[in-house]
């Protein structure tokens, strides 16, 4: 795919302690805005900007982000990334990651909210150090429909794939379909209208970090439905099925405050956009 509606790359390294950019570079409809420290670790963190407001048809997006050793970086979307009818093809995006030695990374982009008649590819590759870390989340969320319909959207596809010294450690394939087939009921979501996904990779993950985990989402009692799965390397995934995006939210900062501190001993910042 040569003719990219929007292409991002980002080197980012660490220099005397502290995360800096080495390459910024950004075409067409997609923006890195300037770095904010919000605190004294070292660690920095973008704000990317789609300023046509939203994915339209046929729109193809490139990403390409790499940490160098030792880098922090806390990477996220100053709003919604909203795909809107795609009658003739589906709107796509690319995300490649390489995380060297030491390096950790925060991929936190705000939902994706698909709206009636869209159709949605994203496929994010990872490449990591066994001595990386790496938290990423996706949620997503159903847009308005005049007629009232609560899956009017006609495809979300979402790829992740993590490789970790070469070798794949994640494969997760999510394809929902609801004008070919009812994707409300058993096996699929459950009666609930929104998922959010996030995967943790760190060497210090273990037992005592998943207790932790699990007294936490103990608070939101029924409005939701949480399972986490250990990684065939140290690792979990964490999804939950929920009715709104701000539960999802909640329980997925939840996770991350504790991830961070059992990790680093550091408190997480809030990324509000308003």
């Not at 300037?34 to 939203?54: A, E, Q, T």
């Not at 159709?119 to 009232?148: F, V």
Request: proline share 4%.
């Amino acid at each position: 795919m040569e003719d990219w509606t929007g292409t991002l790359q980002l080197t980012a390294e660490n220099k005397n302690g502290k995360t800096v950019s080495k390459n910024v570079y950004f075409q067409g409809a997609l923006k890195i805005m300037r770095p904010v420290y919000h605190d004294n670790s070292g660690k920095v963190c973008y704000y990317i900007l789609n300023p046509g407001g939203g994915y339209l048809d046929g729109d193809t997006y490139k990403l390409n982000i790499c940490l160098m050793e030792k880098a922090q970086v806390t990477l996220t979307t100053q709003s919604a990334t909203k795909v809107y009818k795609t009658p003739y093809e589906q709107a796509y995006q690319e995300t490649i990651i390489t995380l060297d030695k030491g390096s950790h990374l925060e991929y936190i982009p705000d939902p994706l909210i698909a709206y009636e008649h869209a159709r949605y590819k994203q496929k994010n590759i990872i490449h990591m150090d066994k001595e990386a870390t790496l938290i990423c989340s996706d949620i997503l969320t159903p847009g308005w429909s005049p007629t009232g319909k609560q899956f009017s959207y006609n495809m979300l596809q979402l790829i992740t794939k993590i490789y970790m010294e070469e070798q794949i450690v994640v494969y997760d394939h999510l394809k929902l379909q609801p004008n070919i087939k009812e994707i409300n009921g058993m096996g699929y979501m459950e009666e609930f209208s929104h998922l959010g996904s996030m995967f943790a990779i760190g060497p210090k993950t273990g037992d005592e970090l998943l207790e932790k985990l699990s007294e936490c989402i103990e608070e939101f009692g029924e409005d939701c439905e949480i399972g986490f799965s250990y990684l065939s390397v140290p690792g979990l995934s964490i999804r939950v099925l929920a009715n709104s995006t701000q539960i999802i939210e909640r329980i997925f900062n939840a996770c991350h405050r504790i991830i961070n501190n059992d990790w680093f001993n550091l408190t997480t910042c809030s990324l509000r956009k308003y």
